[in-house]
Nanobody, 128 residues
Framework: QVQLVERGGGLVQPGGSLTLSCAASGFHFDSAAIGWYRQAPGKDRVGISCITTSADTAVYRDSVKGRFTISRDNADKMVYLQMNSLKPEDTGLYFC?????????????????????WGKGTPVTVSS
């Protein structure tokens, strides 16, 4: 049974930090690119970041570059999103998703269509 379970969301003040985690099971994690996506209230879901199978390359949405860092631990089948200097516009439901088929083009173009598996999301609210 495929599962992606996100944790770590919450309420944080502007300028604060959060680390999201994504625990994967039920598929070949080592060969999947993993992405983080956000759906803000009343808006479409957008790609935030994606990381390669070997964690040697990552891409980021322009609005989070320099503030967010994606990482993965293949031994533990975990992916993380470290979020610093948070802004109110970072508010939303954060999902992790897996693309299992190389060259993982959907993930690396931060597209949500074409991803194979999704978690249920964890909410992040940035507000004073």
């Amino acid at each position: 049974q495929v599962q992606l379970v996100e944790r770590g969301g919450g309420l944080v003040q502007p300028g604060g930090s959060l680390t999201l985690s994504c625990a994967a099971s039920g598929f070949h994690f080592d060969s999947a690119a993993i992405g983080w996506y956000r759906q803000a209230p009343g808006k479409d879901r957008v790609g935030i970041s994606c990381i390669t199978t070997s964690a040697d390359t990552a891409v980021y949405r322009d609005s989070v570059k320099g503030r967010f860092t994606i990482s993965r631990d293949n031994a533990d089948k975990m992916v993380y999103l470290q979020m610093n200097s948070l802004k109110p516009e970072d508010t939303g439901l954060y999902f992790c998703a897996a693309e299992t088929i190389p060259p993982h083009a959907y993930c690396f173009n931060l597209k949500d269509y074409g991803m194979d598996y999704w978690g249920k999301g964890t909410p992040v609210t940035v507000s004073s």
